[in-house]
Nanobody, 123 residues
């Protein structure tokens, strides 16, 4: 399943953004993972949501500020990002079935990241 992230933008520290992740077809029970790549850094997994029971995982750097959700009827995932910081500046991506929310694990060895959506947070 192909996913496309959108909703990025340029905001100031402390602002909020909601990213959307639209699937090209029915997601079913596949997990939705959110990833980002900051300038000059490797990709990192930041959040994952189960497709079956809603189990969620957040990496420490976003815990308490970001909320992941999904609407299976719309085949769409969301990442609500509050209290944004300059270190959140990155290109954000979403992928299906590239994470495990119970283990907090992410598949990063992935060649076709696609365009992603850019989030820029200024101080």
């Amino acid at each position: 399943v192909q996913l496309q992230a959108s909703g990025g933008g340029s905001v100031q520290t402390g602002s909020s953004l909601r990213l959307s992740c639209q699937a090209s077809e029915r997601l079913g029970f596949q997990t939705i993972g959110w990833f980002r790549q900051a300038p000059g850094k490797e990709h990192e997994g930041i959040s994952c949501i189960s497709g079956s029971d809603g189990t969620r995982y957040y990496t420490e750097s976003v815990k308490g500020r970001f909320t992941v959700s999904r609407d299976n009827a719309k085949n769409t995932g969301y990442l609500q990002m509050n209290n944004l910081r300059p270190e959140d500046t990155a290109v954000y991506y979403c992928l299906a079935d590239h994470c495990n929310p119970r283990l907090g694990s992410f598949v990063l060895d992935f060649a076709s990241w696609g365009q992603g959506t850019l989030v820029t947070v200024s101080s």
